[in-house]
């Protein structure tokens, strides 16, 4: 079956760097992606990895080793607001998404 | 840029009532997608449609729900007896069709979702 793993929860300090890992097992693959969850609100996109290695977008960076199936989601300079849930999807063979549950994100002062 | 639209944003409903969901995608999106989640968990795939036709409904219970996106368009869900176990939010989702964009500005946008409550 197909079949996505991240930590259920995380805890860092503002300010700080944290790291949150997502490895996938899927039938192909046709792309990565990191979403942003509020509490109480949808999801919005983050990053798309599709080829190994590292994408930075600001204080965000996303990484992805294809034959190790992993992937890792960078957040720098931590701020309160970075408090929310990370959900990495992989996007299948069939061009179908698969979702792993999320990763809550809780930033302390 | 006009985002995904969802009506209503809450709704309560007691077991054995109907209820439905609309949702109005990004203009231009083909692929229109349905998901449950739950709090704490991540999305749940119901149903996913190209333009009119449905690729994936594996996970939607078709016992008691339906969806249809009839023109290609407007998209909507419905639950015909709801259950206590349906109390959860449901997300619309739509993106360009990816098996012919490639790899670039495929990600799904999602609307704002509709919190269920089946008391």
């Known amino acids: 079956g197909q079949n996505i793993d991240q930590p259920t929860e995380m805890t860092a300090t503002e300010g700080a760097i944290v790291q949150i890992n997502c490895t996938y097992q899927?039938?192909?693959?046709?792309?990565l992606f990191w979403y942003q969850q509020h509490a109480g609100e949808a999801p919005t996109f983050l990053s798309y990895?599709?080829l190994d290695g590292l994408e930075e977008k600001g204080r965000f960076s996303s990484f992805l080793s294809r034959s190790k199936g992993y992937s890792y989601l960078l957040l720098k300079e931590l701020q309160m607001k970075d408090s929310a849930s990370y959900l990495c999807?992989?996007?299948?063979?069939?061009?179908?998404?698969?979702w792993g549950a999320g990763t809550k994100l809780i930033i302390k002062p | 840029e006009a985002g995904v639209a969802q009506s209503p944003r809450y709704k309560i409903i007691e077991k054995r009532q109907s209820v439905a969901f609309w949702c109005n995608p990004i203009?231009?999106?083909?692929?229109l997608y349905w998901y449950q989640q739950i709090l704490g968990q991540g999305p749940k795939l119901l149903i996913q449609?190209?333009?009119?036709?449905?690729?994936?409904d594996s996970q939607l219970p078709k016992d008691r729900f339906s969806a249809e996106r009839l023109k290609g368009v407007d998209s909507t869900l419905k639950i015909q007896p709801a259950k206590l176990e349906d109390s959860a939010v449901y997300l619309c989702?739509?993106?360009?069709?990816?098996?012919?964009?490639?790899?670039?500005?495929?990600?799904?946008?999602f609307g704002q979702g509709t919190r269920l409550t089946v008391v």
């Open positions: 989702a739509s993106s360009l069709d990816p098996a012919l964009q490639g790899d670039e500005n495929t990600e799904a946008f």
């Open positions: 203009s231009g999106h083909a692929t």
């Open positions: 449609f190209q333009n009119n036709g449905v690729v994936d």
């Open positions: 899927t039938s192909g693959f046709n792309g």
């Open positions: 990895n599709v």
């Open positions: 999807a992989v996007r299948d063979s069939n061009y179908q998404l698969i």
